[in-house]
């Protein structure tokens, strides 16, 4: 990420070189960087914040970085024949996951939502407000939307609530099991 691209992103935040810092990460992520080839690991930096800013508006209102630059992470579920399915799902911060027909068709299950905050947790080793495409779990569709890939510099959460990523946004494509994903954010 170029300094340029790092400094657009964010505002009053004092960004470190991620892997520099595994205090700031919740482990799944710390292990998910080590494993990056080294260029997109240098790429990632992590800025510690009040883990009550953590939500998208109040850290992007609280520490100037703007909104359009914070990419979200969710975590959806469904069940098919009994089995639960779930992906993650990167989209900017200024759209919302199309869950009800992208994801669903791509989980090929008859209904998706959100899984429930205790279990996203339980699943993914990272805390609510901080869940990350960074050390999803192995089996999962890391679904990001093209927007996302496409955007120089992104914000994304870092596993726990007291700090965030900033990365490029075409490393997110380069984790395991992403998924390029067209309209996935309406």
Do not use: H
């Not at 805390?127 to 890939?149: H, M, R, S």
């Amino acid at each position: 990420m170029t300094a340029a691209a790092a400094r657009a992103i964010a505002g009053s935040l004092a960004p470190e070189p991620a892997l520099d810092r595994p205090d700031l990460l919740a482990e799944p992520v710390a292990a998910a960087l080590r494993a990056l080839p080294a260029e997109q690991a240098a790429d990632c930096l992590v800025a510690a914040i009040d883990p009550e800013l953590a939500d998208t508006a109040a850290f992007c209102a609280a520490y100037g970085s703007p909104l359009e630059a914070s990419a979200n992470c969710v975590v959806v579920a469904g069940a098919r024949s009994g089995e639960r399915r779930y992906a993650a799902c990167v989209v900017l911060a200024t759209t919302r996951a199309d869950v009800n027909t992208v994801v669903r068709r791509r989980l090929d299950v008859r209904k998706a939502s959100f899984a429930p905050m205790d279990e996203a947790v339980a699943l993914t080793g990272m805390a609510y407000g901080g869940i990350t495409p960074f050390g999803a779990p192995a089996d999962w569709p890391v679904l990001v939307d093209t927007a996302v890939l496409a955007t120089p510099a992104v914000v994304v959460g870092s596993g726990v609530r007291a700090s965030k990523l900033l990365v490029p946004g075409a490393v997110l494509g380069e984790l395991p099991g992403a998924e390029a994903t067209e309209g996935l954010g309406r």
